[in-house]
């Protein structure tokens, strides 16, 4: 059975994206630079959508605060990042825990179990993982990737239970280890996909630009990314 994609967003604001990484770089560099991270993360999971053969059946992006869902949908269509699988929801909820389970449970009524999570800030994750992690819950496993500031950047369930999510105590470097925990304990086999980058602030972008110091993917995200590192 195909999977989907559950995507959290925020709607491209000045001054209200990424505000760590505003403090350094300021808030329309930083707008930019968010909105073209959005844009391949959008498009990344479009390919998913439309490769041959079809692992994936539908994409959800969940908008926040919950009253942009119509700004965000409109800020898509503009840049041509439609589908008709692919559909704007607001993020509900009152912590960041809650509102990734009720993403889940959104999806488990729909019958689009099993679903990856993820959000906007890997703008450069190779379609490779995303093909790793299909493949992991398809089979049966639960699978989650390491961000290298201690969270995840992906998860992927095919049976959601509430002791997976920690209410809104994210904001550490033992989101991983205690998400993996959770998951061990209730799934025979847990998948663990490669260490990657979340671009939370300025010395997160920085390592990203390092790493890929030879060259940059071609998206939306390069142009933007070596004009800030120059």
């Known amino acids: 059975m ?10 491209p604001a000045l001054g ?5 990484l505003a403090a350094t770089l300021g808030n329309e560099k930083t707008l930019a630079l968010y909105e073209a991270m959005l844009e391949d993360t959008v498009e990344n999971v479009l390919m998913r959508l439309r490769a041959h053969p079809p692992q994936i059946s539908a994409a959800y992006i969940f ?9 965000l949908a ?6 041509k990042l439609t589908d008709k699988r692919l559909h ?9 825990g809650e509102q990734m389970l009720r993403a889940f449970r959104y999806a488990e009524a729909r019958g689009a179990l099993p679903s990856i999570i993820m959000g906007a800030d890997s703008p450069t994750l190779p379609q490779a993982i995303f093909a790793e992690a299909e493949d992991a819950i398809l089979a049966g496993q639960a699978t989650i990737g390491r961000a290298d500031d201690g969270g995840f950047y992906m998860m992927g369930l ?3 239970r509430d002791s997976f999510f920690f209410g809104d105590n994210y904001s550490n470097a033992t989101v991983y280890e205690r998400s993996l925990g959770a998951l061990r304990g209730h799934f025979s086999l847990v ?4 260490t990657w980058m979340d671009i939370d602030d300025s010395a997160s972008l920085r390592a990203l630009l390092d ?15 070596n004009a800030i590192r120059e």
């Not at 195909?2 to 709607?11: D, E, G, H, T, V």
């Not at 607001?90 to 912590?95: H, I, S, V």
């Not at 790493?211 to 990314?225: G, M, S, V």
């Open 2 to 11: 195909p999977c989907s994609y559950l995507i959290f967003a925020r709607n």
């Open 158 to 160: 095919g049976e959601v």
């Open 88 to 96: 704007i929801l607001p993020q509900e909820g009152a912590t960041l």
């Open 16 to 20: 209200r994206v990424k505000t760590r």
């Open 191 to 194: 998948h663990e996909l490669p």
């Open 74 to 79: 409109s800020w898509l269509a503009e840049r």
């Open 63 to 71: 908008a926040y605060p919950p009253e942009s869902t119509a700004q």
């Open 211 to 225: 790493y890929h110091a030879k060259e940059l993917p071609q998206t939306a995200f390069k142009t933007l990314a």
